[in-house]
């Protein structure tokens, strides 16, 4: 695919723009007022364009803001290639694993309210986990060609080790990884599953767990069973939790599980490398399918601005514009580092629901203690930093990566862009 022109932009699309300001967060004043420098600031865009024109992503949206106000907002190259279509800056996205958040958010409300204890063992409100066992290397002198023994659970799972992903449950990868493709339960995607979540996390619970519960930091499904208790613990789907309690109130308009016809034209089309060349990719069951299995793990879409204001809801310690999902204590707990060494990837540190950078040093790429974030198997990546106020949102649709480190070189240029 050849590398592709900035598209020409339409008064109707800065017009988008300025509404996707408006939503998010107050009106957009000069850069430099928020502490940014717009001379180096345009690094970031020099960047993503780069990409756009050497055919190495289709478009994106980039998103910061500081203080509350928005103090960079562009969007880049084209949703729909095949069509010529812009990529807008409302454009609907799947946010895979971003869901994260959102089920972590909807736990601790229900924690609030008194539902469950953290450390509640997850069988006393899904028993389908009672008897957990844990596969583990056969003895030296097991039968030839035995994979695995299982053992019993040291401990039951506890509400707390599904926050942190250290249940013991992966995607199905493993010593057991043959029992979890019988099963269908392999990878994250759910939007095709012709089943309910309740079936699927019930079937998922009597397979056996890859490490004992709080022993290791294994990322998986974890937060697919968060969202099976947000169902039990509320009496409501996941869909209309997150929509009552989450999306209304916090103004999240393009957010859900699977998309209304009537929008299908904001949906940005996926595409990835393969081959070193841009083509397009697996677009999924998010307007044709079964419509029926809610994955917290990993099944929403949302917009830009829509994802930005539940991300300005945590900065702002619960709240958004009067109205207040979580106490100041649940998010100083939602952002505090709790599984240590166990978790070792770009940041050593894991919260409740994202990864949390307890020691710069450690991390080695410009950022701050504190700051949080995760990102998405569709490419897209946030960034929260309390110390510098900060919300950083890049969104966008590319799988496969292909390599690409773009969505963490982002953050890069955000900071060194910062007075």
Known sequence: MHAMKPPRRSAAFVVAFLFLASLAFARTPDPGVLGFDPVRLRRLDDLIQGHVDRGQIAGGVMFI???????????????DI????????????????????????????????????????????????????VAVAPPKDAPAGTKFVTEKARRPIQIRDLLTHTAGLTYGTGLASDLYKAAKLTDWYFADKDETLAVVIDRLAKLPLHAHPGEAYQYGYSTDVLGRLVEVASGLPLDRFFQERIFAPLKMLDSSFFLPPEKEPRLAKVYGLQGGRLSLGDQGHYVQGPRKCFSGGAGLLSTTGD?????????????????????????????????????????????????????????????????????????????????????????????????????????????????
């Open 82 to 133: 095949e069509a010529g279509k812009a990529m807008a800056p409302d454009a609907i996205m799947r946010i895979a694993s971003m869901s994260k958040a959102v089920t972590s958010v909807a736990v601790m409300m229900l924690y609030e309210e008194g539902k469950f204890m953290l450390h509640d063992p997850i069988e006393r409100y899904i028993p389908a986990f009672r008897g957990s066992v």
């Open 307 to 419: 994802y930005a204001r539940l991300l300005q809801m945590l900065l702002n310690e619960g709240e958004l514009e009067g109205v207040r999902l979580l106490s100041r204590k649940s998010v100083e707990l939602m952002r505090a580092d709790h599984v240590g060494d166990k978790a070792r990837y770009n940041t050593r540190g894991y919260g409740l629901g994202f990864w949390v950078n307890t020691d710069v040093g450690y991390h080695a790429e410009l950022s701050s203690e504190g700051a949080y974030g995760w990102g998405s198997a569709y490419f897209p990546q946030y960034l929260v930093d309390p110390k510098e106020r900060i919300v950083a949102l890049f969104m966008t649709q590319h799988r496969p990566a292909g390599g690409l480190d773009l969505n963490q070189k982002f953050k890069v240029l955000m900071y060194q862009a910062l007075k």
């Open 65 to 79: 803001a500081r203080d509350g106000q928005a103090a960079h907002l562009r969007a880049y190259g084209r949703q």
